[in-house]
């Protein structure tokens, strides 16, 4: 215990001798994202925030008010198509991730708008896509209000008619008129959706897609002087001292990890204090769901850092291969460049990158939505992580006989 | 073999490839002696002294201390080595006494121990004064010598050296070498290696004389002189060389 607090403390030691760097590590993400907030941001409209995406419509009843009511989505610009299959095909396109949701038109669906009755619309999500079947559901949800508004319109009539007397016959009739024509304006109403969509679609602000994006890039820069450490220790020889010494290698490491969360941490907690106070930030999620996902992604960074250093001979190699591999990451990842406007193979690519992961898991915390939960990038994180600490222990191995 | 055997290299070989750095040594060393080795560049020195001190495995064979293996027991052994890199291994935008300071950290000392053995092991090296120097702005020699006070820190029963004097000037040579007899008289066991031969005649108590990773010949300087007929171990070596 003696010997890791004195190797913490020299860590610690060497790493704010280099306060400069430190100090810089730490504003330049804030400068960043006012750069991009205030300069790309006028250039981006906003569906940008949330790119197109494809859904599976599965229309059980396949009468002129479902047709329409499938028309409705087909002009919702957030929907790249919107395609008319078979619930078993839908499930097969879902498994496949081609689409972010399944919207299930029940058969009778009118007909149970038309009585009164509760015919629900399903909505069936895409896990791995959490933020579009948010969006899907909110949709259907708020199209399924409109609807059910209308069948207590009806209802009302009904019953106003009623007691104001009127005859069975006429009552009836009546009834029928109104209800066909509360569905059909319903249904043929161009803004019923197009409402939906403005005001229900997550609402990330362009400071907050610029964080969530740029924020990842510089939690792994935060990495960076720690694992320069370890290869410092490299070139100047005291890792054969360190050896020879009682102390165990995962030790060293351990040192170098954490000097590095504690580095992003106070980063992190500077961009939620920055952020939330210039571009009021949504950060008022679940306090659990930040820190889930903070620790997933200080994970995988970590990892990452010793990895480069694993591979990295001199402090300069270090340099050019860490920032080059921050660099790739970012491009794959969509931290750069929207993943939706990148040719299939590099979405794919996306799926091993932490970027990826990351962004997505703080746009989910800004959409300020509660029912999304970053559970999947969490694991996502880990197993990146994991997958970086296996290489490096095999190469640091290798490397010793 | 005596009962004094303090280290017992057995069948000790190492290869790169198809390059054959040591081939089966087999030799052993006693407490309290002073033992160099002693060969030209390239001749397997520092690799012998690495699986020594545990940094790098060999091939084939074993090296006991103590009885314990070096492969497979290193973490016994650990804290009774003292190991001085052929290379400076030190923090150079620390002060000497920072680096002292964490070393002495790293093999659990603290407190006023931590600091008694810290000014011990500055005066063995005569660095007193500029201790609170950064080690960036000392000399070679300087340099040398700190680089071997780091391994007096935990009072190490054996020390390995690999060239502990190497590009070091007169002065800095005698306080190293006053300091390796001053461990001696302690009862250290000291292994290392060096290219001055005057030196070697002077501290060791016994030699190896080691060429393309084979040992050609241990004993003290009398026996080699006997041995070889020549006044000088230097007149030996280079029979060597030119063979
Ligand atoms: N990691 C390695 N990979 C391949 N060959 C190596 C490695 N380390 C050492 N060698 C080779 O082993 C041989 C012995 O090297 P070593 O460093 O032990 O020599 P030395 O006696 O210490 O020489 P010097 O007096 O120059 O320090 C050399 O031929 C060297 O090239
Ligand atoms: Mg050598």
Same mark, same amino acid.
């Given at each position: 215990?003696?010997?890791?607090?004195?190797?913490?403390?020299?860590?610690? *030691?060497?790493?704010?001798?280099?306060?400069?760097?430190?100090?810089?590590?730490?504003?330049?993400?804030?400068?960043?994202?006012? %750069?991009?907030?205030?300069?790309?941001?006028?250039?981006?409209? *906003?569906?940008?925030?949330?790119? !197109?995406?494809?859904?599976?419509?599965?229309?059980?009843?396949?009468?002129?008010?479902?047709?329409?009511?499938?028309?409705?989505?087909?002009?919702?610009?957030?929907?790249?198509?919107?395609?008319?299959?078979?619930?078993?095909?839908?499930?097969?396109?879902?498994?496949?991730?081609?689409?972010?949701?399944?919207?299930?038109? !029940?058969?009778?669906?009118?007909?149970?708008?038309?009585?009164?009755?509760?015919?629900?619309?399903?909505?069936?999500?895409?896990?791995?896509?959490?933020?579009?079947?948010?969006?899907?559901?909110?949709?259907?949800?708020?199209?399924?209000? %409109?609807?059910?508004?209308?069948?207590?319109?009806?209802?009302?009539?009904?019953?106003?008619?009623?007691?104001?007397?009127?005859?069975?016959?006429?009552?009836?009739?009546?009834?029928?008129?109104?209800?066909?024509?509360?569905?059909?304006?319903?249904?043929?109403?161009?803004?019923?959706?197009?409402?939906?969509?403005?005001?229900?679609?997550?609402?990330?602000?362009?400071?907050?897609?610029?964080?969530?994006?740029?924020?990842?890039?510089?939690?792994?820069?935060?990495?960076? !002087?720690?694992?320069?450490?370890?290869?410092?220790? *490299?070139?100047?020889?005291?890792?054969?001292?360190?050896?020879?010494?009682?102390?165990?290698?995962?030790?060293?490491?351990?040192?170098?990890?954490?000097?590095?969360?504690?580095?992003?941490?106070?980063?992190?907690?500077?961009?939620?204090?920055?952020?939330?106070?210039?571009? *009021?930030?949504?950060?008022?999620?679940?306090?659990?769901?930040?820190?889930?996902?903070?620790?997933?992604?200080?994970?995988?960074?970590?990892?990452?850092?010793?990895?480069?250093?694993?591979?990295?001979?001199?402090?300069?190699?270090?340099?050019?291969?860490?920032?080059?591999?921050?660099?790739?990451? #970012?491009?794959?990842?969509?931290?750069?460049?929207?993943?939706?406007?990148? !040719?299939?193979?590099?979405?794919?690519?996306?799926?091993?990158?932490?970027?990826?992961? #990351?962004?997505?898991?703080?746009?989910?915390?800004?959409?300020?939505?509660?029912?999304?939960?970053?559970?999947?990038?969490?694991?996502?994180?880990?197993?990146?992580? %994991?997958?970086?600490?296996?290489?490096?222990?095999?190469?640091?191995?290798?490397?010793?006989? | 073999?005596?009962?004094?055997?303090?280290?017992?290299?057995?069948?000790?070989?190492?290869?790169?490839?198809?390059?054959?750095?040591?081939?089966?040594?087999?030799?052993?060393?006693?407490?309290?002696?002073?033992?160099?080795?002693?060969?030209?560049?390239?001749?397997?020195?520092?690799?012998?002294?690495?699986?020594?001190?545990?940094?790098?495995?060999?091939?084939?064979?074993?090296?006991?201390?103590?009885?314990?293996?070096?492969?497979?027991?290193?973490?016994?052994?650990?804290?009774?080595?003292?190991?001085?890199?052929?290379?400076?291994?030190?923090?150079?935008?620390?002060?000497?006494?920072?680096?002292?300071?964490?070393?002495?950290?790293?093999?659990?000392?603290?407190?006023?121990?931590?600091?008694?053995?810290?000014?011990?092991?500055?005066?063995?090296?005569?660095?007193?004064?500029?201790?609170?120097?950064?080690?960036?702005?000392?000399?070679?020699?300087?340099?040398?010598?700190?680089?071997?006070?780091?391994?007096?820190?935990?009072?190490?029963?054996?020390?390995?050296?690999?060239?502990?004097?190497?590009?070091?000037?007169?002065?800095?040579?005698?306080?190293?070498?006053?300091?390796?007899?001053?461990?001696?008289?302690?009862?250290?066991?000291?292994?290392?290696?060096?290219?001055?031969?005057?030196?070697?005649?002077?501290?060791?108590?016994?030699?190896?004389?080691?060429?393309?990773?084979?040992?050609?010949?241990?004993?003290?300087?009398?026996?080699?002189?006997?041995?070889?007929?020549?006044?000088?171990?230097?007149?030996?070596?280079?029979?060597?060389?030119?063979?």
């Amino acid at each position: 215990m003696v010997a890791f607090i004195a190797l913490l403390k020299n860590d610690a *030691k060497l790493v704010l001798r280099d306060w400069k760097a430190i100090v810089l590590l730490l504003a330049m993400p804030f400068l960043f994202i006012c %750069l991009f907030t205030y300069a790309l941001a006028p250039l981006l409209n *906003k569906s940008s925030f949330m790119d !197109p995406f494809n859904i599976a419509l599965v229309d059980n009843e396949g009468t002129v008010q479902t047709r329409m009511l499938a028309n409705q989505l087909d002009r919702l610009e957030i929907f790249k198509e919107v395609m008319r299959v078979d619930e078993s095909e839908a499930r097969q396109l879902l498994h496949e991730n081609k689409i972010a949701a399944i919207i299930i038109i !029940p058969a009778e669906f009118s007909n149970s708008v038309y009585w009164g009755r509760n015919k629900p619309v399903t909505v069936i999500g895409n896990k791995s896509m959490p933020l579009q079947s948010f969006v899907v559901k909110n949709v259907a949800q708020s199209a399924a209000n %409109l609807v059910s508004a209308g069948q207590s319109a009806i209802n009302t009539i009904y019953h106003y008619n009623q007691k104001a007397g009127m005859s069975g016959e006429e009552l009836q009739k009546e009834f029928s008129e109104s209800t066909m024509k509360v569905l059909m304006e319903t249904l043929s109403r161009n803004e019923m959706f197009s409402k939906v969509d403005d005001a229900d679609n997550i609402s990330v602000t362009p400071a907050e897609y610029f964080t969530a994006s740029l924020m990842v890039i510089f939690l792994m820069f935060a990495g960076m !002087p720690t694992m320069k450490m370890l290869v410092t220790e *490299k070139s100047l020889h005291l890792t054969d001292r360190l050896r020879v010494s009682p102390i165990a290698a995962w030790q060293v490491i351990a040192s170098k990890f954490m000097i590095s969360i504690i580095l992003s941490v106070v980063q992190f907690g500077l961009i939620i204090a920055l952020t939330s106070t210039v571009f *009021k930030n949504y950060w008022g999620g679940p306090v659990m769901r930040v820190l889930f996902l903070l620790c997933g992604i200080i994970f995988a960074v970590s990892s990452w850092s010793i990895f480069v250093s694993s591979i990295a001979k001199t402090s300069a190699s270090a340099d050019i291969i860490g920032n080059l591999g921050i660099l790739i990451m #970012a491009v794959v990842g969509g931290s750069i460049y929207p993943l939706s406007s990148m !040719p299939e193979f590099v979405r794919d690519l996306s799926n091993f990158t932490i970027n990826r992961w #990351a962004s997505e898991g703080f746009m989910i915390i800004f959409s300020g939505n509660d029912g999304l939960s970053v559970v999947n990038n969490f694991y996502a994180l880990i197993v990146i992580g %994991l997958a970086f600490l296996i290489i490096s222990t095999a190469i640091l191995k290798l490397r010793r006989y | 073999m005596g009962m004094q055997d303090l280290i017992e290299v057995k069948g000790l070989s190492k290869k790169y490839g198809k390059l054959t750095v040591l081939d089966r040594l087999s030799f052993t060393i006693q407490k309290a002696e002073i033992f160099g080795l002693l060969g030209p560049n390239g001749a397997g020195k520092s690799t012998f002294i690495s699986i020594l001190a545990t940094l790098c495995r060999p091939t084939d064979g074993d090296i006991l201390i103590n009885g314990l293996s070096v492969t497979k027991q290193s973490d016994k052994i650990k804290k009774n080595l003292g190991f001085v890199p052929q290379e400076i291994a030190l923090y150079p935008m620390l002060s000497g006494i920072d680096n002292l300071n964490f070393w002495a950290g790293i093999y659990g000392l603290s407190g006023g121990i931590k600091k008694e053995r810290i000014q011990q092991a500055l005066s063995v090296v005569r660095l007193e004064d500029r201790a609170k120097d950064r080690v960036d702005n000392y000399s070679g020699g300087m340099k040398r010598r700190l680089n071997i006070a780091v391994a007096l820190l935990h009072h190490p029963d054996i020390l390995i050296m690999d060239e502990p004097t190497v590009g070091v000037d007169i002065q800095s040579r005698k306080y190293i070498m006053d300091a390796i007899k001053a461990l001696k008289k302690e009862g250290k066991t000291i292994i290392f290696t060096s290219h001055y031969i005057d030196e070697m005649e002077n501290l060791c108590d016994r030699i190896a004389l080691i060429d393309k990773g084979s040992i050609k010949s241990i004993g003290t300087v009398g026996e080699l002189q006997r041995i070889y007929g020549r006044e000088k171990i230097e007149e030996i070596l280079l029979d060597f060389l030119r063979d």
